[in-house]
């Protein structure tokens, strides 16, 4: 059994020497107030915008201020990272800034976007594995062989300590804040926001509630919470790779567990729907990861009390995925439906569906029509509409009219591929 030495947390004069020390590379990303998000709440919400930091997430801001204290020897032996894309942007640029060499294993499925950016800041780029626990493995055999220095994702003190620098911002640019909301993959992020905001709040004599968010599908902290340690567990795909941890590290685990009020989670759906509504609302392209804390807060999973802040974690997204994504979102929110109506084989009942459709004020993009199927009578056509709605009352009265046009319509789930 594995025993660790106690987990000092950073101190308030950490944070801000952090912070300092992070300033000579990344930018204070602006604080952005959503309406929206605002209006469903019955709070004042704000967006902080680390989608807009540069490498495109609050990464570099834990990886600079790691690489940076080392010594003169271990800057000569050279860097290395494994990661899928963000903490690979984050050491590359950092790395490069401080004139080290870095090497970066990623995935062979990494988001080509990310391996590119990663190529373009100087790192050498090593794809291997089919997920990050494998690139995980090689990078570590490459630091032990080379003697380069490992520049861990989330489990280091001087990693969590960059990070936290984001909580020091959001107390200057919202100064009610009385929650903040984060996301939680292995924890680096989450341990840092929570110690720093709650130092802060003490030293200025009040209180702040920190909440983290994971996708359910790659969900260890609850029940490493529950259990009062570390557990791992079978991560199921999920669109928000960025978090997909199967356990967390255990210094952002010991922060956490003693720093940070609730862990809640969130579906599939419900972070495409935050992605779509951060594009449509915000004007902000935020990755899946970085989306959860606004898709905790449209869900209903967390009801905050307070001015809150949710922190857009990244914007990397792969532009084909997010073409996914933003179909699974409008189908999600009943903006893109599948119907199917059983119609009689003869002239007419296509234009008739289709002025139904068209009555009730929707559009149809896209039309299947169909003799084949062990099911259908010789005299009957099955038809299959691909409609843009407003949502779900639109998609009611799209529905009513088909009925009313003497059809019966059948609302199928939409999938995406």
């Not at 605002?38 to 915008?49: I, R």
């Not at 960025?242 to 356990?247: R, T, W």
């Amino acid at each position: 059994m594995t025993s660790h030495a106690p987990v000092l947390a950073p101190t308030l004069e950490d944070f801000q020497a952090a912070r300092e020390n992070v300033a000579q590379i990344a930018i204070q990303t602006p604080v952005l107030h959503s309406n929206y998000l605002t209006e469903l709440t019955g709070v004042d919400v704000f967006l902080k915008a680390e989608n807009l930091q540069r490498t495109g997430a609050y990464k570099l801001r834990g990886a600079f201020n790691r690489i940076s204290k080392l010594t003169a020897e271990e800057k000569a032996r050279g860097v290395v990272a494994a990661s899928a894309g963000n903490h690979a942007q984050g050491v590359a640029l950092a790395a490069s800034k401080l004139g080290i060499k870095a090497t970066i294993f990623m995935p062979v499925g990494a988001s080509l976007p990310k391996v590119q950016a990663t190529r373009g800041y100087g790192a050498e780029v090593v794809l291997v594995g089919a997920n990050f626990a494998e690139a995980l493995k090689a990078a570590q055999e490459f630091s032990r062989e080379t003697h380069s220095v490992f520049i861990a994702p989330f489990d280091n003190i001087d990693v969590i300590t960059g990070q936290g620098t984001v909580a020091l911002e959001v107390f200057e640019q919202v100064q009610d804040v009385q929650t903040i909301i984060v996301a939680i993959g292995g924890g680096g992020l989450a341990a840092g926001v929570a110690v720093a905001a709650k130092l802060e709040a003490a030293r200025q004599g009040r209180k702040v509630k920190v909440i983290g968010v994971q996708s359910e599908n790659a969900a260890a902290y609850p029940p490493s919470l529950k259990a009062g340690k570390e557990v791992e567990i079978q991560i199921q795909p999920t669109i928000a790779d960025g978090i997909a941890v199967s356990k967390p590290g255990h210094i952002p685990f010991e922060l956490i567990r003693q720093h940070i009020d609730k862990v809640v989670t969130v579906t599939e759906n419900e972070i495409a729907k935050a992605i779509l509504t951060l594009l449509e609302r915000s004007k902000q392209v935020v990755e899946p990861a970085g989306a959860v804390p606004v898709a905790a807060l449209m869900s209903g999973a967390i009801k905050p009390k307070g001015t809150t802040v949710a922190i857009l974690s990244g914007g990397n997204i792969d532009p084909l995925l997010l073409q996914k994504v933003i179909q699974h979102g409008l189908a999600a929110s009943e903006r893109f439906i599948n119907i199917s109506v059983m119609l009689p084989d003869r002239p007419g009942q296509l234009v008739r569906t289709a002025q139904a459709i068209a009555d009730a004020g929707a559009n149809v993009v896209e039309v299947l029509h169909t003799r084949h199927g062990n099911a259908f009578q010789i005299s009957a056509v099955e038809l299959n509409v691909a409609v843009e709605t407003g949502g779900h009352e639109h998609t009611k009265r799209v529905l009513k009219a088909l009925k009313e046009a003497g059809l019966n319509p059948r609302q199928n789930e939409a999938r995406v591929e």
